[in-house]
């Protein structure tokens, strides 16, 4: 889990979309000053993820960094490099489990799991610290 001021948690997501300055998401422009639905549906078996607005289709995202444990949040943050006068604000978060188990993996996947996490995600956090 990555806090949201730590900057790696945009190089390790499982799924990552940005919410540009004009508001563009995926193939979609949000609306200033209007609410939106943002669905999020992944499919780790598959390795993808689609990204509705308002019940239309905006992107389908694909796994960034695999994952042997499932998706466990969903994670916000703003990344303007200045105060952002704009903002965004989230009135909700829900989620739905259809399948509670992340899919199966070998031994050797579990292996090679721990080994990136080791090489890639230990160093960025005591960089942090």
């Not at 499919?43 to 308002?54: E, F, R, T, Y």
């Not at 739905?96 to 070998?106: E, F, G, M, W």
């Amino acid at each position: 889990m990555f806090d949201p001021s730590n900057e790696a948690g945009e190089e390790f997501a499982v799924f990552r979309t940005d919410l540009s300055a004009s508001g563009k998401v995926g193939s979609t422009i949000l609306e200033p000053g209007t609410w939106h639905d943002i669905t999020l549906s992944w499919n780790l078996g598959d390795s993808h993820c689609q990204l509705l607005v308002d019940g239309a289709n905006a992107a389908t995202l694909n796994v960034r960094n695999t994952t042997l444990n499932g998706v466990s949040y969903v994670r916000f943050r703003s990344s303007a490099k200045e105060i952002d006068t704009a903002g965004f604000l989230v009135d909700s978060v829900k989620v739905r489990i259809d399948n509670p188990y992340a899919p199966p993996c070998s031994a050797q996947d579990q292996i090679e799991q721990e080994e990136r996490y080791i090489k890639g995600i230990v160093p960025q956090w005591r960089e942090n610290l």
